[in-house]
């Protein structure tokens, strides 16, 4: 017994010692292996970068995604990593600008050629950079820093939603190249943010217009193009000088979702305060740089006077869907203004109008007497409402249900994009500016799909005017310090511009005058225009239903046409051409009134060897088409003849023609 427990004691103590010894080997070896993981990490994690560029040749119509793209704090530029591994795809051609932005005018600095080379390389894309003295420019991101040189070429991409050239490169993307070797050797320190990042400059962030139209709505579009593709939950950094302002609420709603918590996105001070303070360099993993530039619906006129975008496909539809989000993301509940399901958070349970008001300048003089003409003339309450004095959230949530917003030409009147379906939008011009020549609202409601009532009003009366001499030079007035105005003589010229005449962007003396007078708004004239625009809107909620139905169908295309098939009837000396109506068919007449349509088809006849066809139209799924005769008239068809054949839907839309011809002989 004795022995079997000394045996037992001995296996204890053994198998103790050899724990003891297996979890020291185990220390030892975890503690060798971070002390060379850690020598390992300091030579080889560097964050050499990658970038690969798609899109059009021009900037606003490239997109370019980076591996490892970083931002240098003191230096206040982006910084391209040259390493052994880098590649380089798809980056514009250097030396010579496109045709249509001469550098006179866009000033494009292209990528910096790497330190130390003669500025020739060539990575998977055959990438040249050259090198030349010039004129001072700014950096990247417009800080206001200076070169002493500039870099011929064209940049890498737009960091704008399009906004048109301004003269300089203040929204234009560059980077400046370092070597690897310069992070290995330790001349710089870097900090890696894993998070996907959207790189992106704000126009004008104290404009609630610039903010929704320039800022918000090309990147709510961008974040939707890249999660349609399988990218999701980007953060964006706002790579400009602001801070984040007074409608940073918008912004915020920009926020990506990752391991449950919400990022938001990022300004460059808030950026520092993420990442080492050290560090000299901040590494994206990943980013992309280059949002889309189709959601503008106007230029603002900095090479021509203002107006509507060129070639804008930008719809209603759109603008709603952008509307939905912003909702959405601020947790403002949707209410129809027909059918209201009233909350409390809602102030008004009758109809009511929405007036902006001002505290400050463009001012609405009588602005009482105005509230209360609406309500009797409309049997409309009144809400009146200001950016000085409301949450931007309180007043989205009173205009989803408005029946009508009243407001001075300003950016406030953006806001009109989350009125509800054939609202009205009355936008008051003060005396001199004439409505016609300044019309983002105007456009913006005319949108496809938005379905708005505008309406402008434009004060005719000079003795109901109230300009301010006394204001500074930049607020519409003649003073330009403490101790000067400007001439007597180019007063007398502003105050005689009447009405403004045409001019560019933004500094227009006279126009800065007639902006920011107070205007005592005439009753009469007002509520003749308002009651033009209330009997159209009356108009249009009683034809709605059918506006609606001829809507929807319009939205429908149908299929391409099956079993085309062509004879030649010597009898009649016809052609006859019959085929099979789309297949969608039943569904497009269900999207109508009871399928009260009819089907129609286009069809295009070619004689074989000719350069021009013949369009016929048919109500039925077959045609003759005649054949000429010797001597006669007809379709020539020496040689045969071949057949198109297209569907055309109820709102005129047109399906794809047949994807090969039929062909005939005699």
Not at 119 to 148: I, T
Not at 386 to 394: I, K, N, Q, W, Y
Not at 618 to 644: K, Q, R
Request: proline share 6%; with cysteine; hydrophobic share 40%.
């Amino acid at each position: 017994m004795t022995d079997n427990k000394e045996y037992s004691y001995t296996m204890l103590a053994k198998l103790l010692i050899v724990f003891l010894i297996v979890h020291l080997l185990a220390v030892i070896t975890l503690i060798l292996c971070f002390s060379s993981d850690h020598e390992v990490a300091s030579a080889i994690v560097v964050p050499v970068s990658s970038v690969w560029c798609v899109g059009g040749p021009r900037l606003e119509q490239r997109r370019c995604y980076f591996r490892n793209l970083c931002y240098s704090f003191p230096h206040d530029e982006f910084v391209f990593v040259r390493g052994a591994d880098s590649l380089v795809q798809g980056l514009p051609p250097t030396g010579g600008l496109p045709q249509e932005a001469p550098t006179t005018e866009r000033g494009v600095s292209p990528p910096a050629p790497p330190p130390g080379g003669n500025g020739d390389f060539s990575v998977s894309g055959g990438v040249k950079s050259d090198l030349r003295g010039g004129a001072s420019v700014k950096s990247a991101l417009g800080g206001g820093a200076k070169r002493s040189l500039r870099y011929r070429g064209e940049a890498v991409a737009d960091l704008s939603g399009g906004v048109e050239a301004h003269g300089n490169t203040d929204f234009h993307f560059s980077y400046v190249e370092i070597p690897e070797a310069a992070i290995r050797g330790k001349n710089f320190t870097s900090s890696i943010l894993p998070e996907k990042m959207l790189v992106f400059r704000r126009f004008k962030p104290d404009n609630l217009m610039h903010v929704l139209h320039d800022d918000l709505l090309p990147l709510w579009a961008t974040l939707a193009e890249l999660e349609y593709a399988g990218a999701r939950d980007y953060r964006v950094f706002f790579a400009d000088d602001h801070d984040e302002g007074d409608y940073w609420e918008l912004y915020r709603v920009f926020r990506s979702r990752t391991h449950l918590n919400s990022h938001h996105p990022l300004v460059k001070r808030s950026l520092r305060a993420e990442v080492d303070k050290d560090a000299d360099l901040v590494c994206f993993a990943t980013a992309t740089v280059g949002v889309v530039a189709h959601t503008k619906w106007y230029q603002y006129g900095y090479d021509r006077f203002q107006g509507p975008a060129a070639d804008a496909t930008i719809t209603g539809s759109k603008i709603r869907a952008f509307a939905h989000f912003i909702r959405k993301g601020l947790e403002i509940p949707k209410y129809d203004i027909d059918m209201p399901r009233y909350g409390s958070r809602v102030r008004q349970k009758q109809p009511y109008a929405v007036l902006f008001n001002r505290r400050s300048d463009r001012l609405i003089l009588n602005e009482v007497e105005l509230s209360f003409a609406i309500s009797r003339e409309f049997n409309l309450s009144t809400v009146t409402v200001s950016l000085e004095t409301h949450s931007l959230s309180g007043i989205i949530h009173l205009l989803e249900n408005a029946t009508m917003l009243i407001g001075m030409h300003g950016a406030q009147l953006a806001l009109s994009m989350f009125l509800p379906r054939h609202s009205i939008l009355l936008e008051l011009f003060p005396y001199g500016l004439p409505a016609a020549h300044y019309t983002p609202y105007r456009t913006l409601a005319h949108l496809e799909g938005l379905d708005l009532i505008y309406r402008a009003w434009e004060n005719p009366d000079p003795a109901k005017s109230h300009p301010h001499p006394e204001y500074p030079v930049h607020h519409g007035g003649f003073v330009l310090d403490a101790t000067r105005k400007i001439p007597e003589q180019q007063q007398a010229e502003i105050v005689s511009n009447v009405p403004v005449k045409p001019h560019r962007c933004c500094k227009d003396p006279a126009f800065l005058f007639r902006m920011y007078q107070d205007t005592v708004v005439d009753l009469p004239g007002f509520i003749r225009t308002a009651w033009e625009a209330f009997t159209q809107r009356q108009e249009r909620l009683k034809n709605r239903k059918t506006e609606s139905s001829n809507a929807t169908a319009a939205t429908f295309s149908p299929a391409e046409v099956k079993n085309l098939n062509c004879s030649y009837r010597p009898g009649k000396g016809v052609f006859h051409v019959d085929w099979e109506e789309p297949w969608n068919r039943a569904f497009l007449s269900g999207a109508t009134n009871g399928g009260e349509f009819r089907m129609r088809y286009l069809v295009r006849v070619q004689p074989a060897g000719a350069t021009e066809y013949t369009e016929f139209e048919s109500a039925e799924t077959h045609l003759d088409v005649p054949a000429a005769e010797d001597g006669g008239g007809g379709l020539a068809s020496g040689s045969g003849v071949h057949f198109w054949v297209a569907a055309v839907a109820a709102g005129d839309v047109v399906g794809p023609w047949t994807r090969r011809p039929v062909h005939c002989h005699r």
